[in-house]
């Protein structure tokens, strides 16, 4: 099967003319995934939240510097 552009499109009109179903789909999709990679997951966010903690520290070092020279 030869995938083109007419069948992008017809892709693409079904995604809206069915929109729950393909959410659905999606949904049950992106479950699917999380279960598989949940420790991923969990690292990731664990790691943003430690970045955001360390630029909140640095953003307070950087807001005193600048105060105290005023």
Same mark, same amino acid.
């Given at each position: 099967?030869?995938?083109?552009?007419?069948?992008?499109?017809?892709?693409?009109?079904?995604?809206?003319?069915?929109?729950?179903?393909? !959410?659905? $789909?999606?949904? +049950?999709?992106?479950?699917?995934?999380?279960?598989?990679?949940?420790?991923? %997951?969990?690292?990731?966010?664990?790691? !943003?939240? $430690?970045?955001? +903690?360390?630029?909140?520290?640095?953003?307070?070092?950087?807001?005193?510097? %600048?105060?105290?020279?005023?």
């Amino acid at each position: 099967m030869v995938y083109n552009e007419d069948a992008k499109m017809a892709h693409y009109r079904w995604r809206q003319t069915h929109m729950d179903q393909y !959410r659905e $789909y999606v949904n +049950k999709s992106a479950k699917k995934y999380y279960q598989n990679n949940k420790e991923k %997951s969990n690292q990731k966010s664990l790691g !943003r939240y $430690y970045l955001k +903690k360390e630029w909140e520290i640095f953003r307070h070092i950087l807001l005193d510097v %600048s105060t105290d020279n005023k």
